[in-house]
């Protein structure tokens, strides 16, 4: 099969970055469908770091690198990603694609506090724009890509007109001033609407002839399943749809067939509020790792678990099994790719949740819509021994029996074969089991 998507099956974080690398290695064309610069992929070669936010992984192999319509852009922080990466650079954007502008970050700020302020706990939003810069484009009042790039006595004249409404709803409903300086975001704009003309690209076109050609192509997803606007945790989530059928809609190509990779990291992690059955840190948001327990903090530490995007401290908890059973339903995941086992090695007992209990009754029943329910719900775990250093396996039997047994316990439950296995960072420090690439 030509295609393949790469999904998130839990809140994000789960390494699709490094998955989508190793792919890379065999594609011709890379697509990321949805969010923003919310999202980060950290990518490790030869030891060196890579941070992306916007930019598609696939980026750093030179493969055609494409953003479609479906992603929100913010021009300002893509210069920076382009400019880092810009001797191998072969990147197309959608003109369909809306872009982020600063009256957008100052809603979301301002959407946060009143959220804080009247029902008491925010959702943690990345503070990019994200969910102000969807509602334009959902209403249509929002700037595309097309218009960036396009006349720029155009360009002016749209900023101008949408930052009236903005700063009369800024100045006379929130009662603030705009962070930015107009005039200053008009010229900083149109230098950046220049500097990105010679990307842009008919994505839907270009993917659909890529498909006809049998060209290998992957859709790269940012987030995860749970923070989907209508099938994660409402309002909780972000505000596109992390999964495999928000594909077609986004890129502009018919359904079709395509091999659905899902990534889950041996445990699970969420930053912002909502939420988490299996939660170690005493379901807190923000993390206070002073009231967390060991589990908790030793597994953040290990696994380095703090915003790429933002630096917060992700909340830790134990693999859920029902969440994941859940993911599986909404993408019918081929296959697993379970990232940073090596990241559970040295602790006694590993737990997965492999049912809840809700009122006294077990259910495997993730009622997404329903925040009450799931945080009154109680993990019901299966305990595992816990298992050594495992950094230098390369061969799946290489792996202790107690890893394996955790491995083949995931399988079982969802169903699902895990064909990645990975035990650090780097592209090396992969074990792979019928995997195959394109
Ligand atoms: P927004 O996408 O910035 O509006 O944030 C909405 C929710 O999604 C917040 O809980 C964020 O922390 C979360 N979120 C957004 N992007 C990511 C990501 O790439 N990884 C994990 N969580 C994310």
């Not at 990321?32 to 930019?55: C, E, M, P, S, W």
């Not at 889950?264 to 993390?287: F, M, R």
């Not at 599986?328 to 949740?353: P, V």
């Not at 209990?357 to 993730?366: A, N, R, S």
Request: overall charge positive.
């Amino acid at each position: 099969m030509p295609a393949i998507c790469v999904i998130g099956a839990q809140w994000g974080d789960e390494g699709k970055g490094k998955l989508v690398d190793i792919l890379g290695e065999t594609a011709d064309v890379i697509v990321r469908y949805q969010g923003g610069n919310n999202a980060g992929h950290t990518i490790v070669v030869d030891g060196k770091k890579y941070t992306f936010h916007a930019l598609p992984s696939g980026v750093l192999r030179g493969v055609r690198s494409l953003i479609a319509s479906e992603v929100v852009l913010d021009p300002r922080q893509l210069f920076d990603e382009v400019e880092k990466f810009k001797t191998d650079i072969n990147l197309g954007i959608d003109p369909r694609t809306s872009i982020i502008m600063p009256w957008h970050n100052d809603l979301d700020n301002i959407g946060e506090e009143s959220r804080k302020k009247s029902t008491g706990s925010a959702i943690g939003t990345t503070s990019r724009g994200i969910g102000p810069c969807y509602e334009d484009d959902k209403n249509r009042s929002g700037i595309r890509f097309y218009e960036l790039v396009g006349d720029p006595k155009n360009l002016e004249g749209r900023i101008r007109e949408v930052h009236d409404t903005k700063k009369r709803i800024l100045e006379q409903v929130y009662n603030v001033k705009p962070s930015y300086d107009i005039d200053e975001t008009v010229r900083s704009y149109l230098f950046l609407g220049g500097y990105l003309r010679d990307y842009l690209a008919d994505v839907s076109q270009e993917v659909g002839n890529a498909l006809k050609e049998n060209k290998k192509v992957i859709f790269e997803g940012a987030q995860g399943t749970l923070l989907d606007i209508k099938f994660g945790n409402y309002p909780k989530v972000t505000s596109s749809h992390p999964m495999s059928g928000a594909v077609f809609d986004s890129v502009g190509i018919p359904p079709m067939k395509m091999r659905t990779v899902g990534i889950i990291k041996a445990y699970v992690t969420k930053v912002g509020s909502g939420p988490v059955v299996t939660c170690l840190d005493n379901g807190l948001w923000p993390v206070d790792e002073s009231k967390s327990n060991f589990e908790g903090n030793y597994i953040r530490n290990k696994g380095g678990e703090k915003g790429t995007t933002t630096g917060r401290p992700r909340r830790v908890g134990w693999m859920d099994a029902v969440a994941l059973k859940y993911t599986h339903r909404l993408n019918s995941f081929s296959d697993l790719a379970l990232m940073k086992l090596d990241c559970l090695s040295g602790l006694d007992k590993i737990k997965m949740a492999v049912a809840y209990e809700h009122d006294g009754k077990v259910t495997d029943d993730y009622r997404s819509w329903d925040l009450k329910f799931l945080s009154e719900c109680k993990p019901v775990y299966e305990e595992f021994d816990g298992f050594g250093d495992i950094s230098s396996a390369r061969r799946y039997r290489q792996l202790p029996k107690n890893a394996r047994k955790y491995v083949s316990r995931i399988e079982e439950l969802v169903k699902v074969p895990i064909t990645v296995v990975s035990v650090g960072p780097g592209r090396e420090e992969t074990i792979y089991r019928n995997f195959k690439k394109l």
